[in-house]
């Protein structure tokens, strides 16, 4: 069903009752449609871990590179 803005504000309770029963709730502007109420469905939790092995991350990550941060900071000789 096509609801126009100033209908679904006044009936916004029955509009989400709607959508949660499975029906099609649609909202218009100017008779456009526009938005589509759906039911939300959480996303599943992150997995972690999920490139281990897959990557390598070397000992020295951690440290500064005189060459990276004289281009980042321009020579400071």
């Known amino acids: 069903m096509i609801f126009n803005v100033s209908e679904a504000k006044a009936k916004l309770s029955k ?21 589509k109420l759906v039911l939300h ?6 997995k972690l871990g999920l490139l281990e092995g897959q990557i390598n991350i070397p000992d020295n ?17």
């Open 15 to 35: 509009l989400v009752d709607m959508a949660y029963h499975g029906e099609e709730v649609i909202i218009a502007k100017n008779n456009l449609p526009l938005v």
């Open 41 to 46: 469905k959480p996303k599943a939790k992150r």
């Open 61 to 77: 990550f951690m440290e500064e590179d005189e060459e990276i941060n004289a281009m980042f900071y321009g020579d400071k000789s």
